[in-house]
């Protein structure tokens, strides 16, 4: 008899993992994948698994929060803040734009040597400071 075997009619597997083969020889034989569950890649850890009493380094509280009450390192005072080339450069043109007859070629020449910008940059500069402060 050479009839196909149902899953129906075919023997259960063990607790191996291990198909079981059919008597009859003429059959094919349908394998079974078993998927990795947790308890197989290693131990659950519950609440019966002993913890170490061994102190840590640690500085978190007993909730697993950071312990703000414990600092290990003092913190180091803020320096100020250098001005940005754009400060600087808004603080040349406010200047110079008081006085009488300055050109904006002179007021790009201040940007480039006392702000220290290219001389494509402080006529970029130039226009942006005009378009915001006019």
């Given at each position: 008899?050479?009839?196909?075997?149902?899953s129906?009619?075919?023997?259960?597997?063990?607790?191996?993992?291990?198909?079981?083969?059919?008597?009859?020889?003429?059959?094919?034989?349908?394998?079974?994948?078993?998927?990795?569950s947790?308890?197989?890649?290693?131990?659950?850890?519950?609440?019966?698994?002993?913890?170490?009493?061994?102190?840590?380094?640690?500085?978190?509280?007993?909730?697993?929060?950071?312990?703000?009450?414990?600092?290990?390192?003092?913190?180091?005072?803020?320096?100020?803040?250098?001005?940005?080339?754009?400060?600087?450069?808004?603080?040349?043109?406010?200047?110079?734009?008081?006085?009488?007859?300055?050109?904006?070629?002179?007021?790009?020449?201040?940007?480039?040597?006392?702000?220290?910008?290219?001389?494509?940059?402080?006529?970029?500069?130039?226009?942006?400071?005009?378009?915001?402060?006019?």
């Amino acid at each position: 008899m050479n009839a196909k075997i149902t899953s129906t009619e075919l023997p259960k597997t063990t607790n191996s993992q291990q198909p079981a083969m059919p008597s009859n020889a003429a059959t094919t034989v349908q394998t079974t994948t078993a998927s990795a569950s947790p308890s197989v890649t290693g131990p659950i850890k519950n609440a019966a698994t002993p913890i170490s009493s061994t102190p840590t380094a640690d500085t978190t509280g007993s909730e697993g929060k950071p312990d703000t009450g414990v600092s290990t390192t003092p913190k180091a005072e803020k320096k100020p803040k250098a001005p940005t080339k754009m400060e600087i450069a808004s603080a040349i043109y406010v200047r110079m734009s008081k006085q009488k007859e300055m050109t904006r070629k002179q007021i790009v020449e201040q940007f480039v040597a006392e702000a220290k910008l290219s001389a494509a940059g402080a006529s970029t500069y130039y226009q942006l400071i005009k378009a915001k402060l006019d």
